[in-house]
């Protein structure tokens, strides 16, 4: 087998194909996107940090200096959104945008969130745990960040079951080549999104709440504030990667420990290896395989020159199992101490909300091994069609209390 992300037998079992990758092509050219793939963990890590590479190169050329078409008119919508927010821009834009959101997201607030996330993660189990069972993914996994981000957000009750379907539509743009349906689909989504929240910041600017647009929208430094697109493109932001990666983390790793029973019944029966656990749920099987970065100069990786305007796939899912960084890397251990994953990223695009996203894991799994005596699989999951985002379409279990 080869790197294919539109074949689903690699989407499912990708490592070892990283494998050959690490060791005899660890920098390559992947002819259908067009992207150089770089397969080690410390050529990764590294990029990641290396400011001759970026997110976007809007900021220092054109499309047209790049080789590159314009995006078409009709994803217009779609991309005053995302390059409102953080992730796809670079500093000078992105260090003001991280400063002025960190004054709101504060580690202080994300831990003071902690009750309330163990509460609703409880509630989700015990109605799993009354039912004898479900799809882990729909019923415990998917609500619990959403809820969380949806009330730290200030979004009502009655429009959060809007949030899940944008986000999953608005990620359908980041897979490689994404059809011409995904596009419109993804920028159909952005603009709902988009119009929702700007009615809402208003609101919520002229009667302020105890909340996150409230506190976003009243953030000012130095006479500096987020512009109404920039709260916007921030709010959809913090929804898309505050649940998306959450979500197929506890699929994944669910999934991870049922292959793996003998860790299973060692997390049962030892809860204070719950956080090495988690970290390590993030690095055998993370959901984002590959982040994606514009080289804006001439870059040397292994001999390789890689030159201005190309981009690169960063395999974060073959950096993870490097031989050369992870002792016995193929193999989950929960206990694992030395764990540099990369799963959050590096450098200033490392995630914003890893500390939220710990909190809701180490909560929602803690709530599974406390309430339920006995956990199985129903059947073997499936993979999404997906490659970038990784994750299972569900998780059938039965459960007993």
Not at 90 to 106: D, G, I, Q
Not at 140 to 152: G, K, Q, Y
Not at 212 to 219: E, R
Request: charged letters at 25%; a negative charge; proline letters at 7%.
């Amino acid at each position: 087998m080869k790197f294919d992300p539109w074949n689903p037998e690699f989407v499912a079992h990708p490592y070892g194909v990283y494998a050959d990758l690490r060791e005899n092509n660890p920098v390559s050219f992947f002819e259908p996107t067009g992207q150089w793939l770089i397969a080690r963990h410390a050529d990764v890590n590294a990029l990641l940090r290396d400011r001759r590479l970026g997110r976007s190169y809007l900021h220092v050329a054109s499309h047209e200096a790049f080789g590159r078409e314009p995006e078409p008119e009709f994803q217009d919508p779609f991309w005053r959104v995302v390059r409102a927010g953080m992730l796809d821009v670079e500093p000078p834009v992105h260090t003001r945008l991280r400063r002025l959101v960190s004054k709101a997201f504060t580690p202080r607030m994300v831990e003071a969130l902690r009750p309330r996330v163990r509460k609703i993660a409880r509630e989700l189990v015990d109605g799993l745990v009354e039912r004898g069972g479900g799809d882990l993914l729909a019923e415990v996994a998917e609500p619990l960040p959403v809820t969380v981000i949806a009330e730290m957000l200030g979004v009502p009750e009655a429009d959060r079951h809007l949030l899940r379907p944008w986000s999953a539509d608005i990620c359908g743009m980041y897979e490689l080549n994404p059809s011409l349906e995904a596009q419109h689909t993804a920028v159909r989504a952005a603009k709902e999104f988009a119009d929702y929240l700007r009615e809402l910041a208003t609101a919520r600017k002229e009667r302020p709440g105890d909340d996150l647009i409230s506190a976003l929208a009243q953030v000012v430094d130095d006479g500096d504030r987020l512009t109404e697109d920039e709260l916007i493109g921030t709010c959809v932001l913090l929804l898309n990667a505050g649940h998306e990666a959450t979500v197929n983390v506890t699929g994944n790793g669910w999934w991870s420990l049922f292959r793996n029973p003998g860790e299973l019944e060692r997390l049962r029966n030892d809860r204070s290896l719950m956080p090495t656990a988690i970290e390590e749920l993030l690095r055998w099987d993370t959901p984002l395989q590959m982040f994606e970065r514009w080289v804006l100069e001439d870059i040397e990786i292994g001999g390789v020159t890689i030159p201005r305007g190309v981009e690169v796939g960063l395999l974060f899912g073959s950096a993870n199992r490097d031989p050369e960084v992870f002792a016995d890397p193929d193999r989950l251990d929960i206990g694992r101490v030395d764990n540099p994953h990369i799963s959050f990223g590096a450098g200033i695009h490392f995630c914003l909300g890893a500390p939220l996203a710990r909190v809701e894991l180490v909560e929602s799994f803690s709530a599974l091994l406390d309430t339920a005596k006995t956990i199985e699989l129903v059947e073997e999951p499936v993979w999404k069609p997906g490659y970038i985002i990784r994750g299972l379409e569900s998780l059938k279990v039965s459960v007993t209390g």
